[in-house]
């Protein structure tokens, strides 16, 4: 009835058995026209298992039908249906937009009151941050409401003070940090991480509903309070995604339309994801670049990203309506423009920290990839709240000791990229000219403490994204740079090199705050390899719009350096570690190799083979209950027939034993005209043979298989010749071909 080679070859999309409800979607009755029992369609759709991949042109394909059914009715009924129709993918829209700006909103708020809490606390109101605490002042106004905890608690001493201030710090960092870990591994592990290499899966076709789930959206959003407010290397902007995504997921549920078509489904989710970008960066045109780039979502349909556009615009409203940080303004890292022209030479400066953000950023990948294989394989696999934990008090240490690193890493942002302002308040001395050279270690030594803390933590056991590390690590750089050029230019201000700038050293010539700019925007593009998408958020995020091309030259060449040392950014690393069957969308080129490179031969596959005379339930049973392949190639004889899917399968044989119980009942693949008419009691399978099956010869160009995976969404291509079975390959085979260069790769797949 089935046979098999070696099991190891034919690795498909395995996943765990899941029962399938469907099972009333067959019915089995005789037929008037012929000897067999026949299976009606299927009056709804078998429901995918979790970690297969869906059927694009069979979701595709039902959603046209829907649409030519809705457009079909005539009169006041069917306008209305259409009325309807389009009101709810609106309405899903904009509740969307919505939910995904106030979600963002009070994350802000959450995250900013814990975050000071660590500090001090407002004398008026325990609930208030320091902004809201001391609002209504003039610059550079001493705030006697806000009052750290040894002011608060009345400490005298000067070892007092510092001692109580930095063990409420520590204890406090530790607290949020091990509370989140502790609700994602109780409720919901799926939370932790930034879930953007999930999400990018999920959007290209991988079934994963419970990483979308509602304790998934609850623990992800206070889980991610808490950790960003312990002060770890993290930041909230990629785990926004997920939220966008877990919310959008949720509203789904509720409308038919979405519940019942996975494809439309994922175009809902692109534009949650570009709403959850709008809302981490203020950023609602970064949104649909980073949907558009990042997750390769609307190339195929302009529909998703004009959804995706609206989404981000609403979420943008609704977020700069609430105002959570009481400025009325969308920016949330406002540069100055005073200094709205730069000189040519500075293009030397920021060349440099080009290069240097491609180096580090590679770097920083490659540390942390080795750092999650290493905790995969040891024993902080086992603990991985003791390991949150212990981590924690490392960093809350280290960082009380560093000034800049004491901070949040957003108000640490802010201040790098502002310039210097007389009638603003110094921050911590950066616009000190005698204090340039002690300025420039500091920073450094931060930007460098920075790249291995984000290189331990993101990946630890709780919602963590890398953007705003990263942006914190190139402002560092960059700032640090911008110091050393202006004290060269203070000191040799004669020299040819600025013979663009003013003879007067003390009118402003360089502007430190827009080289950590370039230094963000730098080591942003090393570590995501995004272009567009950066310099759009950036401009976005600083209201910088005069400075747009230095930023784009910095990008470009930070990129160009990076791919030296690997093509893929963060996020595909950490998709090539955890196996996701997603396909990146760069060029393949073989070296003279053909489809039969990768290609799995027919003896090694599990096969179904229909002799003519059938197989029994029970051996159907026994089959998909041993093999969790998620399909297998159906033969009679030597001729290939077609293909059934696990699912499919699984879901009729269900039904076949609810009817009657007995296990011998007889059932074929071959079409009604070629059973033999004696075989009436047989069971007509046939239709559930895929219907598009695609057949190619074994000697085609492996760049050609390639370029069909990536192009059309396929899960499988079979290889015949002269009707026969020579093998197949699957998407996970062309995965693990395009990924077989990553050092890590597979490191972190379940086996």
């Excluded at 806000?146 to 510092?162: A, K, T």
């Excluded at 230019?489 to 600025?498: N, V």
């Excluded at 290609?599 to 596959?605: D, F, S, T, V």
């Amino acid at each position: 009835m089935w046979s098999a080679g070696s099991d190891s070859h034919q690795s498909w999309d395995k996943g765990g058995d899941r029962d399938i409800h469907d099972a009333e979607a067959y019915e089995f009755i005789n037929t008037e026209t012929g000897p067999l029992l026949s299976s009606r369609s299927l009056e709804k759709q078998v429901a995918y298992e979790e970690g297969s991949t869906i059927d694009w042109l069979r979701e595709e394909a039902a959603e046209r039908e829907r649409k030519r059914v809705i457009r079909s009715q005539r009169g006041l009924h069917g306008l209305l249906a259409l009325v309807l129709d389009s009101a709810g993918m609106w309405m899903v829209i904009i509740l969307t937009g919505i939910g995904v700006g106030v979600l963002g909103a009070w994350l802000d708020v959450l995250v900013k009151w814990l975050g000071d809490l660590r500090e001090g606390r407002c004398t008026y109101g325990f609930f208030y941050n320091q902004v809201a605490c001391c609002s209504g002042l003039d610059p550079g106004e001493v705030c006697n409401e806000w009052q750290s905890w040894s002011e608060y608690l009345h400490v005298r001493s000067i070892f007092g003070q510092s001692l109580l201030q930095a063990a409420i710090y520590i204890a406090l960092s530790i607290g949020f940090a091990g509370s989140s870990a502790v609700l994602v591994m109780t409720y919901a592990p799926y939370a932790f991480h930034t879930g953007i290499p999930e999400i990018k899966a999920i959007l290209s076709g991988y079934v994963l509903d419970a990483f979308l789930g509602p304790w998934v959206l609850l623990i992800k959003s206070l889980g991610l309070a808490l950790a960003v407010a312990s002060g770890l290397s993290l930041g909230k902007e990629g785990p926004l995604v997920h939220v966008a995504c877990c919310w959008a997921f949720l509203l789904s549920r509720v409308f038919k339309q979405y519940r019942q078509n996975e494809a439309r489904k994922r175009k809902l989710l692109a534009a949650a994801a570009a709403a959850g970008v709008s809302v981490a960066f203020g950023s609602p045109l970064g949104g649909v670049l980073f949907g558009l780039e990042e997750l390769d979502t609307f190339s195929n349909d302009s529909d998703v990203m004009w959804r995706g556009f609206v989404t981000s615009v609403i979420a943008a409203v609704s977020l700069q309506y609430i105002d959570p940080f009481g400025t009325s303004k969308l920016v949330l890292f406002q540069v100055s423009e005073s200094a709205s022209t730069w000189r040519a030479f500075e293009l030397v400066p920021w060349i440099f920290l080009a290069v240097i953000g491609g180096i580090l950023g590679s770097l920083l990948i490659k540390l942390n990839a080795a750092v999650a294989a290493y905790r995969r394989h040891s024993v902080l696999h086992e603990w991985p709240i003791v390991e949150v934990v212990g981590f924690t008090a490392i960093t809350a240490a280290v960082s009380y000791l560093v000034v800049f690193l004491r901070v949040q890493s957003s108000e640490l942002v802010a201040n790098l990229f502002q310039e210097c302002d007389p009638t603003k308040p110094d921050y911590h001395g950066l616009c000190n000219p005698t204090a340039i050279w002690a300025n420039v270690f500091l920073l450094i030594l931060t930007a460098m403490t920075k790249i291995g803390f984000t290189a331990w933590t993101f990946g630890m056991m709780v919602p963590a994204g890398i953007f705003l590390p990263t942006i914190a690590i190139g402002a560092c750089i960059g700032r640090a740079v911008g110091l050393i050029t202006q004290g060269l230019y203070r000191t040799y201000p004669q020299a040819w090199i600025f013979s663009s700038c003013p003879p007067d050293p003390t009118v402003r010539c360089i502007s430190p705050g827009f080289y950590a700019v370039v230094g963000a925007s730098a080591m942003l593009g090393g570590v995501t390899r995004m272009t567009v998408s950066i310099v759009v958020i950036l401009f976005e995020l600083t209201g910088a719009l005069s400075h747009v091309l230095p930023i784009m030259i910095s990008v470009m060449v930070a990129k160009w350096v990076a791919d030296a040392f690997g093509k893929d950014g963060i996020y595909a690393i950490w998709i090539a570690m955890r196996q996701y069957p997603w396909l990146p969308p760069r060029d393949f080129r073989d070296k003279g190799q053909t489809a039969a490179h990768v290609m799995k031969p027919a003896g090694n596959l599990v096969v179904i083979s229909d002799d003519g005379r059938g197989c029994t339930v029970k051996e159907l049973d026994e089959l998909v209950r041993r093999h969790q392949f998620r399909g297998f190639p159906v033969v009679h004889g030597e001729q290939l027939l077609g293909i059934v899917m696990r699912d499919k399968l699984r879901a009729c044989i269900d039904g076949l034993l609810a009817e009657d119980a007995s296990t011998d009942r007889r059932c074929t693949f071959l079409p009604p005209s070629r059973v033999e008419q004696g075989d009436s009691g047989t069971v007509d399978l046939s239709q559930l043979l895929e219907e598009a099956m695609l057949q190619l010869r074994k000697d085609v160009p492996l760049e050609l298989v390639v370029n069909m995976f990536q192009k059309l969404n396929l899960r499988h291509i079979l290889f015949s010749q002269e009707g026969k079975l020579m093998g197949m390959v699957t998407k996970t085979d062309i995965v693990w071909l395009l990924t077989a260069d990553s050092a890590h790769a597979g490191a972190l797949a379940a086996h």
